[in-house]
């Protein structure tokens, strides 16, 4: 199926274009993901506007190389200004978090503030909006082999899940709406270096503990070049209303313990909870303080990996010619980098 590239000429989708000279705007470009789309679209040639919400965001965007534009998801002006002109958006910005104590602001921002960046695209005339979208909007059954195309269950494993599901549905409808190209990524577990929180907070326990308490489950881990990489492909090739899953690889609890092992030339002892006593043990020992002093496992952050996922990525090979970094690189290069923050002992 042929695609529109950014110059509005038609091509095939394996076809290559490039950003250079080309005006684009991002949300969250202080962020992960945003700051990697950020340095991949400063390195492809892209003149790049970027939001930010701070001084300190202003000054480090502005240090890469890219325009500053001061404001929010709220800022309906601000957007308009920055997004003016521009061949496309990308939509990174959004929260992400598990257990919040008060999920509105989430919602406001995964959903609300969905509908406010394709407005303003559409009052900016820009042509094509690409949504940081996620994986856990798929909702697949436990066990299933998941794509695009595989039916949302009736559940939601996190009030997360539930704001991104309804995030991209409001901006389908929204674009839809006003006439404006929409792409949807959907990464899954984004990993490498530049970032400790999150699901990385889980590789740091690993790495940290004597002993690591497991449960037998199954993650998929994309590298967060490779999540870049696949927002400008999205832009640059993606079919107009489709969603594309990025992910490198779904590997198992054993297999992830192994390459650790392989990586820093240590054994790890592990204990595998049967998933039964996941349920219950989990829960306790987070209460009772054993993982230290930051945030615990929570009840969705249990329930999410008890769960497990396993995406088929087929679809972004093939419509976007996506390349993926093999798992022990992504692995081994987030490890260096947490050892070098002092984040795990070397």
């Known amino acids: 199926m042929p695609t529109a590239d950014l110059d509005g000429s038609s091509t095939s989708p394996r076809s290559t274009r490039g950003f250079t000279g080309v005006p684009v705007f991002v949300t969250g470009g202080s962020g992960f993901v945003g700051g990697a789309v950020v340095d991949h679209l400063l390195e492809s040639g892209a003149n790049v506007r970027a939001l930010a919400r701070s001084v300190e965001s202003s000054q480090a965007l ?17 957007l308009v200004e920055g997004m003016s002109g521009c061949a496309a958006v990308f939509h990174v910005a959004g929260v992400n978090t598990m257990c919040p104590l008060d999920p509105g602001p989430m919602y406001r921002t995964n959903v609300d503030g969905v509908r406010t960046v394709v407005g303003a695209a559409s ?6 909006v690409v949504l940081t979208s996620s994986a856990a909007t798929i909702g697949e059954p436990e066990g299933t082999v998941a794509s695009e195309s595989t039916p949302h269950g009736a559940g939601f494993l996190s009030h997360y899940a539930r704001s991104k599901y309804l995030g991209e549905r409001a901006f389908f409808e929204e674009a839809a709406r006003v006439g404006i190209e929409a792409v949807a990524v959907n990464p899954t577990s984004v990993q490498g270096p530049g970032r400790a929180g999150g699901s990385t907070f889980l590789l740091r326990l690993a790495l940290n503990a004597k002993r690591v308490v497991a449960i037998d489950t ?3 881990i994309v590298d967060v070049d490779d999540c870049a990489a ?4 999205a832009a640059e090739r993606g079919v107009d209303g489709a969603r594309y899953l990025i992910s490198g690889a779904s590997i198992t609890v054993d297999e992830a313990m192994a390459t650790l092992a392989e990586i820093t030339g ?3 002892a592990f204990v595998m909870l049967p998933r039964r006593a996941a349920v219950a043990a989990y829960p306790l020992v987070a209460a009772a303080g054993l993982f230290g002093g930051e945030r615990p ?15 088929d990525a087929s679809r972004s090979i093939e419509d976007l010619d996506m390349v993926y970094t093999p798992i022990g690189e992504t692995l081994s290069r987030t490890v260096e980098w947490l050892a070098s923050e002092g984040f795990v002992e070397r």
């Open 218 to 220: 199954t993650l998929s």
């Open 266 to 268: 240590r054994s790890f």
């Open 123 to 128: 009052r900016a005339r820009a042509r094509r």
């Open 230 to 233: 696949g927002h400008l492909l």
């Open 297 to 311: 496992i929570c009840v969705e952050m249990l329930r999410t990996l008890l769960h497990g996922h396993r995406f």
């Open 62 to 78: 502005a240090a890469k190389g890219a325009v500053p534009i001061r404001g929010d998801l709220q800022d309906r002006p601000a």
